[in-house]
C-alpha cells in the first residue's frame, strides 16, 4: 500500500532565505508526482508534475526533483516571500488509477516579512 | 487549465439534516469528478470517484448511503451528506483530471452541530 510522507511538518523561515521542502513515498512504480499548494480554508493549486521518466520540473522559482528509486521527491523555494506562506502537498496517483491521489499530510510554511 | 467551482463554500447545519455541495467544471466537460474530505490539519482523503451517467465508486469505509453522489451532466457533480453529525464536519474538495493535472474547487467547510 502507497504511504506518502512529507517533513518538515511545519517550517518557518525569514524572507529571502531557499528552502526544500520533502516527500517520500513507499512504493517507487508511480506514474507521476504532483507538488500543490493550500492556502488556508482554500482548495489546491497544482505548482508542478513530475513525470516518472523526468528528474526534476521548474516553474519560475520553484523547482521540483525526483528520485524514484529511492522513493523521494524535493520542491525546492528560491528567494521565498510572505506570498509562499501556505502548506505545500505532494501527491502521486493511487497503483490501480492515475487519476486516484495519496496526499502526503503537507509542510505547513511560514516566510517571516 | 480547468477551472472548478463549489458551492456553498461554506455550511453550517443541525445534526441531522441533509447537505447538498455542488461541484462543476466550469470550462470544460469532465466525464469524472473526484471527491475528497480533509479533516482539520490532516491531508486530503479520497472518498469516492464520481463518474458521469452511472453510479459513483466509493472508497474504503465510505458509506455510499450516507455520501450520495450524483454526476448528472458532464458539468455538475453533487455530494449530498445525508443525516449529517458532528463528525461529519470537515473541509469537502473536489477535482476533476484534465490530461495528467488535477484541478480543485476551492473546497467547502461543512461544520455540523
Known amino acids: 500500500k502507497q504511504e506518502v510522507t512529507q517533513i518538515p511538518a511545519a517550517l518557518s523561515v525569514p524572507e529571502g532565505e531557499n528552502l526544500v521542502l520533502n516527500c517520500s513515498f513507499t512504493?517507487?512504480?508511480?506514474?507521476?508526482l504532483q507538488w500543490f499548494r493550500q492556502d488556508p480554508g482554500k482548495g489546491l493549486t497544482s505548482l508542478l508534475l513530475i513525470q516518472s521518466s523526468q528528474r526534476e520540473q521548474t516553474s519560475g522559482r520553484l523547482n521540483a526533483s525526483l528520485d524514484k528509486s529511492s522513493g523521494r521527491s524535493t520542491l525546492y523555494i528560491a528567494a521565498s516571500q510572505p506570498g509562499d506562506s501556505a502548506t505545500y502537498l505532494c501527491?502521486?496517483?493511487?497503483?490501480?488509477?492515475?487519476?486516484?491521489?495519496?496526499f502526503g499530510s503537507g509542510t505547513r510554511l511560514l516566510v517571516r516579512p | 487549465g480547468a477551472v472548478v467551482s463549489q458551492h456553498p463554500s461554506w455550511v453550517i447545519c443541525k445534526s441531522g439534516t441533509s447537505v447538498k455541495i455542488e461541484c462543476r467544471s466550469l470550462d470544460f466537460q469532465a466525464t469524472t469528478m473526484f471527491w475528497y474530505r480533509q479533516f482539520p490539519k490532516q491531508s486530503l482523503m479520497l472518498m469516492a470517484t464520481s463518474n458521469e451517467g452511472s453510479k459513483a465508486t466509493y472508497e474504503q469505509g465510505v458509506e455510499k448511503d450516507k455520501f450520495l453522489i450524483n454526476h448528472a451532466s458532464l458539468t455538475l457533480s453533487t455530494l449530498t451528506v445525508t443525516s449529517a453529525h458532528p463528525e461529519d464536519s470537515s473541509f469537502y474538495i473536489c477535482?476533476?483530471?484534465?490530461?495528467?493535472?488535477?484541478?480543485f474547487g476551492p473546497g467547502t467547510r461543512l461544520l455540523v452541530l
Open positions: 512504493d517507487s512504480a508511480i506514474y507521476n
Open positions: 477535482s476533476v483530471e484534465l490530461g495528467e493535472t488535477q484541478y
Open positions: 501527491a502521486v496517483p493511487r497503483g490501480d488509477s492515475s487519476y486516484k491521489l495519496i
